[in-house]
């Protein structure tokens, strides 16, 4: 069964990527073309980059990022959950990818950014980072509005839009992780 992770990208206190990824995963959880599971940056802490050998070397010398090494590996794909800092993703998002090279090679991503603007310039960003490593990333995505998608900027309530936008990216990120999976045999 094709396996998706979906990444809580922020570790801020008061953060919205929590409740933005329950929600995501309450919706994947309904299907029956694969196992979705969240993957909080919380519970995984890395430091500052720290390996002293490029990650595309597949030489890592800490044990943390050994074992972010091994939960990364275990998945097909991918669904970041994002918010927006100063016009792109997260300090914690982007070194969480970093750390990694060859485990993220060959399979898909799909975004859900929430912000003023639904994080589509953070998106862009990853967008751009994904490329470099060799995942593929899927055109639809949810942009998240604080003004239209949360009630008094707090609790989440997506409007029908977004509903349908979140069920075509985890169309797309199931059947590319499931076309990519023969490039990772």
Do not use: C
Request: aromatic content about 12%; overall charge negative; charged content about 20%.
């Amino acid at each position: 069964m094709t396996r998706i992770a979906i990444i809580v990208g922020s570790v801020r206190p008061g953060r919205y990527s929590r409740r933005v990824a329950d929600w995501v995963y309450e919706t994947a959880a309904r299907r029956d073309d694969a196992e979705f599971e969240i993957v909080d940056l919380a519970d995984h802490p890395l430091p500052h980059l720290d390996e002293p050998v490029a990650a595309s070397a597949g030489q890592y010398a800490n044990e943390h990022t050994r074992a972010w090494s091994w939960v990364i590996d275990g998945f097909d794909g991918y669904v970041f959950v994002t918010p927006e800092y100063n016009h792109s993703t997260t300090g914690v998002l982007k070194n969480a990818i970093d750390y990694l090279y060859a485990e993220w090679n060959n399979k898909a991503a799909g975004f859900v950014g929430y912000g003023v603007v639904g994080a589509a310039r953070a998106v862009e960003h990853l967008r751009l980072i994904a490329a470099e490593l060799q995942l593929a990333t899927v055109r639809s995505q949810v942009a998240l509005s604080f003004y239209t998608d949360f009630e008094n900027f707090t609790a989440l309530t997506p409007s029908r839009p977004q509903i349908d936008a979140l069920t075509s990216t985890l169309d797309q990120v199931v059947a590319w992780s499931d076309a990519l999976a023969k490039l990772r045999t």
